[in-house]
T-cell receptor, first 114, second 113 residues
Framework: AQSVSQHNHHVILSEAASLELGCNYS??????LFWYVQYPGQHLQLLLK??????LVKGIKGFEAEFIKSKFSFNLRKPSVQWSDTAEYFC????????????FGQGTTLQVKP | DAGVTQSPTHLIKTRGQQVTLRCSPK?????VSWYQQALGQGPQFIFQ???????QRGNFPDRFSGHQFPNYSSELNVNALLLGDSALYLC????????????FGPGTRLTVL
């Protein structure tokens, strides 16, 4: 079955702490991977994406993610979080030949304390 | 450049009623997908429209139907509403086949009483 699993449901960090959010997927074949963010009161926005090539991808606002094919993982990282990073984060996958259907994880709520 | 827009913002219906939600894609985009996001969950794919036809469908019953118009805008219709249909309904659009990124609208919050 095609699925995405995000291990951390609710993460609380202090400002300047480092962040790593886990994401594992189950999907046959070549994949495209995404991290979306939903700030309070705002719509889903793309943080970063992986299609092919360098498995370490950099996104907006200092976020990066690493695709590890052997582990079916695409973890999100940020060296130093800010209060403004408080949001809900979603990992998503599509097949490279089927980019219309995004399969999302259930999301991780990140709360950053000032 | 307007992004994806959806209407209405909020909607309250009672069980058994029917509802229509609307979406205008981002300028230059021709493919529209609809997602249902229940509280505390990630979005779930309902279906995708391209060239006015349903191209893919997720695991949703026939009560969920849609339409795409020649100007690429789209509607999501849900018949015989159930309490479990209460959710945020998201529309996403993307452009030509070579562009894989989907852009999301703000959503319509549907409450079924």
């Amino acid at each position: 079955a095609q699925s995405v699993s995000q291990h951390n449901h609710h993460v609380i960090l202090s400002e300047a702490a480092s962040l790593e959010l886990g994401c594992n997927y189950s999907y046959g074949g070549t994949v495209n991977l995404f991290w979306y963010v939903q700030y309070p009161g705002q719509h889903l926005q793309l943080l970063l994406k992986y299609f092919s090539g360098d498995p370490l991808v950099k996104g907006i606002k200092g976020f990066e993610a690493e695709f590890i094919k052997s582990k079916f993982s695409f973890n999100l990282r940020k060296p130093s979080v800010q209060w403004s990073d408080t949001a809900e984060y979603f990992c998503a996958v599509t097949g490279s030949g089927n980019t219309g259907k995004l399969i999302f994880g259930q999301g991780t709520t990140l709360q950053v304390k000032p | 450049d307007a992004g994806v827009t959806q209407s209405p913002t909020h909607l309250i219906k009672t069980r058994g009623q029917q509802v229509t939600l609307r979406c205008s894609p981002k300028s230059g985009h021709d493919t529209v997908s609809w997602y249902q996001q229940a509280l505390g969950q990630g979005p779930q794919f309902i279906f995708q429209y391209y060239e006015e036809e349903e191209r893919q469908r997720g695991n949703f019953p026939d009560r969920f139907s849609g339409h795409q118009f020649p100007n690429y805008s789209s509607e999501l219709n849900v018949n015989a509403l159930l309490l479990g249909d209460s959710a945020l309904y998201l529309c996403a659009s993307r452009g030509l086949a070579g562009l894989k990124e989907q852009f999301f609208g703000p959503g319509t919050r549907l409450t079924v009483l």
